[in-house]
């Protein structure tokens, strides 16, 4: 009889502490980070070639980004300078047009 | 392993694709921003940094030239004609025909004379190392390609040319 007034008094108490206890916020982000780690720990236990490190590399978005933006950056750069030199070579034609006739050179 | 593989093609095939495209767009566009081809000048202003009144002297002596060369042109176009009838449809170089080519040498060297002689004037407008650059490369432009042409027949390609 005794014993069942404590595990009474004892699930009342139970549920005042939980009640009482505060539980921190989770800091952002808290689930993917976690699956991630466990994604990176089943990762680095496969033993992976260098196609697949690359590949991975190559899937990661920030540097699938800057390759991008490192390509356009330099095909711009590139066709500029060519675009330049097809210019000014258009005009030096036309002035050599207009100045030498084609008979002389 | 093949999952990667089709990765690394296809990031190589993207990327290949992404330069291109862009190398060509702005090869494209430079070219036509950069262009201007209503003035046959504008080759001189960009390419030898002369300022609005070095610009406008130039173009007083172009102008001033275009009729010449225009009357020098129409010239050897007429004796070329005079010489192709001369020529006929023999197969031989008759007397008459070694006359009208002499003249046409003759026309052209003059031609070529007062094309040279406004190079050395238009130079003179422009400040003097530019002048130098202009004039040396007008004469590269013009006269290389007779060089060129006469080294080809000379022995400096290991090809004798007896007369």
Not at chain 2, 21 to 35: D, H, L, P
Not at chain 2, 49 to 61: F, G, N, S, V, Y
Not at chain 2, 66 to 73: D, F, G, Q, S, V
């Amino acid at each position: 009889m005794k014993k069942e007034n404590f595990n009474s008094a004892d699930a009342k108490l139970g549920a005042l502490l939980r009640e009482s206890r505060s539980f921190p916020a989770l800091p952002p982000r808290f689930q993917q980070n976690v699956w991630r780690r466990i994604e990176d720990a089943e990762a680095a236990a496969l033993p992976a070639s260098w196609l697949d490190v690359l590949a991975s590399l190559i899937l990661r978005p920030h540097f699938a980004g800057a390759a991008v933006a490192a390509l356009m950056l330099i095909g711009v750069f590139a066709g500029m300078q060519e675009g330049r030199q097809m210019a000014r070579h258009e005009a030096q034609m036309n002035y050599l047009a207009a100045v030498a006739p084609h008979s002389l050179r | 392993m093949n999952r990667s593989l089709a990765i690394l093609l296809g990031a190589l095939a993207l990327g290949a694709a992404i330069f291109v495209g862009s190398y060509f767009v702005s090869q494209r566009a430079t070219e036509i921003c950069c262009a201007n081809p209503a003035d046959d000048l504008s080759w001189l202003r960009t390419e030898f940094h002369l300022d609005d009144a070095e610009m406008a002297h130039i173009r007083e002596l172009h102008e001033g030239y275009l009729p010449k060369c225009a009357e020098m042109c129409a010239k050897i176009a007429a004796k070329k004609g005079e010489l192709e009838a001369a020529l006929g449809s023999g197969t031989n170089i008759n007397p008459e025909a070694q006359v009208k080519l002499n003249e046409l040498a003759a026309l052209r060297a003059q031609c070529q004379a007062q094309m040279l002689q406004h190079f050395a004037t238009v130079s003179q407008a422009m400040p003097p190392e530019q002048g130098r650059r202009y004039l040396a490369e007008m004469q590269k432009l013009t006269l290389g390609t007779h060089e060129q042409l006469e080294q080809s027949m000379s022995g400096d390609t290991g090809h004798e040319h007896h007369h």
